[in-house]
Structures are given as structure tokens and as C-alpha cells.
């Protein structure tokens, strides 16, 4: 058996974590038995479902890295398909019209209530004679649900999950204006496509149970399920937004790498011993549902904070550059020509040290764009005092003449200065940060004016030096 699993969002306009993690952990099912992961979207509210939301969710998936191996399937497009189904059904005798009008169907479920019962439908038309149906009336599909006995699903994530049948009444597959319910067109696509197996959240766990019905009455193998515990905010309340981020979007904007992001989504409620920093390649061969926990994951914010930064570190100074140079876009105070963006790039190793996001590192890399003369925060304009900017206006002459002007260069130079003047490193160093960037942090002082450039290293000095 070729495993295939899918992602089956509805457009809602964002692609929450709890889904996007859905999504991963399907993919990585599928490769790591050699299978296919595919993508179904679940446009049939047609409201809702705009472009605009169907291209977040391939922007995002994309983004995270999560591309399907077939092209996607539009639900909407497939609702013949679900008709077919519930009419064959019907003339099988598997499923009944039912001729109840709205009315009648809020007395049954007031009746029920009065009398202490579940607020189901009654099975009133289930049974009768069809002839005993207003001519010409509207009516509802309904399967008949089996009405003894119970219905066990065996679960790669739960173990066997059961519910009684008597729980389960004789659902709608159709509606009176002859649309498919949700239910029957998510079974009918993922036995057209073949599915075998089906990872979804638990808050769908009571859908399965009469998706089973569906699968059952049709003659149809059950894919196997697997239904993976939600997400919930650090307090342990549904995830919302007062907890902070849910969409990957807000995370991308924030300046999560999509690694990061991927790596904490599997280990929120995935394990392999301690396995904590994990590639694509070593999840794919570690993933497997067995690992998954049953119980529900607390987003740990902090800790995604530290895996971004983990990440961050190993990812490519080029590609942070391009990405730095995307969020620079736009200040007014930066100047983003090709001078600006080799300086991002020579001082890429010494900036993503430091950094825990990309707005981190576009912020600290904002200065290596900017002209003279800089703005001084309060803590850089403390250091300039008038002994500091003399003693620059001295070093400029060393610096003035070093050959090559690189890193190791500038940093014997700055020691012969410091030694030859009575300073310690420090003092000599922290002026002339501050005279670089116009505040007291940077990367090593040697790489950042090796990637200032003599040039520019000579204008910032003479513009505080006296
Ligand atoms: N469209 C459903 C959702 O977004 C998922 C259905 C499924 O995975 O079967 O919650």
C-alpha cells in the first residue's frame, strides 16, 4: 500500500498553527513511508472562500515548506460527485428522504428536550412509505444510521475510540436544495483520492464517527485515522489570540525562520528521546505517529523564541541577507544600495549571533545604511565625550593607513592604539561603536568596520571626531 495522506483546510482566511502543524505532520507521514501528501481545500462555502483566503493558505504552506505532491483539489468543484454518491445510496436503500419541514424538526428537538432526551431526529421518515410523502414537497437526504450496537475506530494516535450508535442519529447527507453536506463530500474525496490515512485534529474525532457511517454504507475501506490533540495557550485555555501569535503569517512577520517554526510545531506534541533540533531530512526519517502524545500541547512561546535563534545561527548569510534587506525596504533612514547590501552580507556571521528574530537582525542591521551624520542614542552620545571623540580623531590616522583594511587588521591596529595610548580595548572600542552605529551594540568592532568599509569608517569618525 502506497501511503497517501492530505491536508484539507477550509479557506478561512488564515492558516492557524494548530492546522499548519495538522498539515506537517501529515507530510511528514507520507515521506517518511515513501507515500504522497496532498492538498485538498474545502471551498465549498463559497463565501468565505475567496481567493484571497485560498492564497493564504498556499502562501503558507508553501512558506513552511509543505508543497503537495498532486495538484490540489478543490473541493467545491466535486459536488456532482458527492450528489452521485448520496443517490446511489438512496437507491440502494441506504439512505431515506425525509420530508420533515424546518418547523417539524424544532418540535422533535423540543419535544426530546422536554422529555430529558438528546435533541435528535426521530428517524420519523426512515421507515414509511414514500407514497405517504406530500406531492412535490422538498426533502433532505438522510443515511440510515445503524441504531444497535456500537462503532469502533481504531486510532494510530488514541487507540480504539468507540461511541455508541444510539448517540448517532440518521444524518443529512443532502440537503433539500440538493447540496452534499460537509461529511459526505470529505468522505467521497478521500476515498477518490485514495487516502489511507487521515491525521486531523480531535475536534474531529466525532466527524469520523459518522464518516464512518458513510464509508460503511458505501462498501468502502476506512482509511485509518489519526487525530492529533489541539494546541493550547501556555495557561492551558483554547489557544486564542490574548496568548499572542496563532497564524503563521504573524509569526513570518515577526521574524520566525519557517525551520523554526517547524521544528517547534513537531516537537509540540511529537517526541524522539531528546531530540530537539531537528532538519527536514531527520524528520522525515524519525517521524512516526506512534511518537505523537495524547494529551493536549501548551504553546510555549519563549521556546520558539530560542529555537528561532538556534535556527537563525545555521541558516545561510546570503539568503538572512536578501531577507534583511526585504524588511529594510521602505525606512526612510536606510539607504538600500548595493554598498548597503554587501555590508549586510560581510556582516552576517557576527549579526545572526546575536539575533533571535529577523526583525532582530534588520534592526541591527540598519545601521551599515545609514550616513552621516548618524543619530546618537542617549547611552552612544554619553560615550562621545570630548576625551572619547579626540581619541577617535587620533585613531582615524592608524585607520587611515592600515592595509589591508580587514577584520584581523583592524583589531591589531586597535590594540597597538590602545596599548600605545594607556587604554584598555574597551575604551577605545566603545567610542567608536558608538561613532559606527550611533548605539552600543554591534557585532565585534573589527568586523563591523571591515564591513563599513575605510571610506565610510573615515566619514563617521570625522563627523564626531574634535
Ligand atoms: N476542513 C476541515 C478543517 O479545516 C478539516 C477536515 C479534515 O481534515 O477532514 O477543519
Not at 502506497?2 to 507530510?27: D, E, K
Not at 504522497?36 to 463565501?47: G, P, V
Not at 563591523?448 to 566619514?459: F, I, Q, S, Y
Request: aromatic fraction near 6%; hydrophobic fraction near 40%; glycine fraction near 8%.
Amino acid at each position: 500500500m502506497t501511503v497517501r495522506t492530505r491536508f484539507a483546510p477550509s479557506p478561512t482566511g488564515l492558516l492557524h498553527i494548530g492546522n499548519a502543524r495538522a498539515a506537517l505532520f501529515n507530510f511528514l507521514y507520507a515521506r517518511h513511508h515513501g507515500g504522497k501528501f496532498l492538498l485538498r481545500i474545502e471551498d465549498t462555502d463559497r463565501e468565505r472562500s475567496t481567493q484571497q483566503a485560498v492564497d493564504v493558505l498556499f502562501d503558507g504552506l508553501a512558506w513552511m515548506g509543505l508543497t503537495p505532491d498532486e495538484q490540489p483539489v478543490f473541493q467545491s468543484t466535486r459536488q456532482a460527485r458527492h450528489a452521485e454518491v448520496a443517490h446511489h445510496l438512496l437507491a440502494q436503500g441506504l439512505a431515506y428522504r425525509c420530508y420533515c419541514t424546518p418547523q417539524e424538526l424544532q418540535q422533535m428537538r423540543e419535544q426530546a428536550m422536554a422529555e430529558g432526551r438528546p435533541p435528535r431526529y426521530n428517524g420519523y421518515w426512515r421507515d414509511r412509505d414514500p407514497s405517504e410523502a406530500p406531492p412535490g414537497a422538498p426533502y433532505t437526504v438522510r443515511i440510515r444510521a445503524p441504531r444497535e450496537g456500537e462503532t469502533t475506530l481504531p486510532d494510530l494516535v488514541q487507540g480504539e475510540v468507540r461511541v455508541a450508535n444510539a448517540e448517532m442519529d440518521d444524518m443529512i447527507i443532502l440537503r433539500a436544495d440538493g447540496t452534499p453536506v460537509y461529511q459526505l463530500a470529505v468522505v467521497v474525496d478521500d476515498h477518490d483520492m485514495d487516502i489511507t490515512h487521515v491525521i486531523r485534529g480531535d475536534d474531529h474525532l466525532t466527524n469520523s464517527f459518522r464518516q464512518a457511517m458513510i464509508y460503511r454504507a458505501m462498501g468502502w475501506n476506512l482509511p485509518a485515522f489519526a487525530h492529533l490533540p489541539l494546541i493550547h495557550g501556555p495557561d492551558g485555555a483554547k489557544l486564542s489570540k490574548r496568548h499572542g501569535a496563532q497564524s503563521v503569517v504573524e509569526f513570518r512577520e515577526m521574524g520566525y525562520l519557517p525551520e523554526a517554526l517547524n521544528n517547534y510545531l513537531l516537537r509540540l506534541g511529537w517526541g524522539h528521546g531528546d531530540a530537539e533540533i531537528l532538519s527536514r531530512d531527520e524528520q522525515i526519517q524519525l517521524f512516526d505517529l506512534d511518537g505523537v502524545g495524547r494529551s493536549a500541547s501548551r504553546m510555549d512561546y519563549a521556546k520558539l523564541l530560542h529555537l528561532n535563534g538556534v535556527w537563525l545561527r545555521q541558516a545561510d548569510d546570503a539568503r538572512l541577507a536578501n531577507d534583511v534587506v526585504e524588511r529594510l525596504a521602505g525606512r526612510p533612514d536606510v539607504t538600500l544600495d548595493d554598498i548597503t547590501r554587501a555590508r549586510i552580507q560581510a556582516l552576517m556571521p557576527g549579526l545572526k549571533d546575536r539575533a533571535k528574530t529577523l526583525v532582530d537582525l534588520a534592526d541591527s542591521a540598519a545601521f551599515l545604511g545609514r550616513h552621516v551624520p548618524l543619530s546618537f542614542d542617549a547611552k552612544a552620545e554619553k560615550l562621545l565625550t570630548p576625551e572619547a571623540r579626540t581619541m577617535l580623531g587620533l585613531l582615524a590616522r592608524d585607520l587611515a593607513v592600515i592595509d589591508p583594511f580587514d577584520a584581523p587588521t583592524i583589531d591589531a591596529t586597535l590594540r597597538r592604539f590602545a596599548e600605545h595610548h594607556g587604554h584598555k580595548l574597551g575604551q577605545v572600542a566603545q567610542p567608536l561603536r558608538a561613532a559606527m552605529t550611533g548605539t552600543t551594540t554591534s557585532p565585534g568592532i573589527d568586523a563591523t568596520l571591515a564591513a563599513l568599509g575605510r571610506d565610510e569608517v573615515m566619514a563617521r569618525i570625522g563627523a564626531v571626531a574634535q
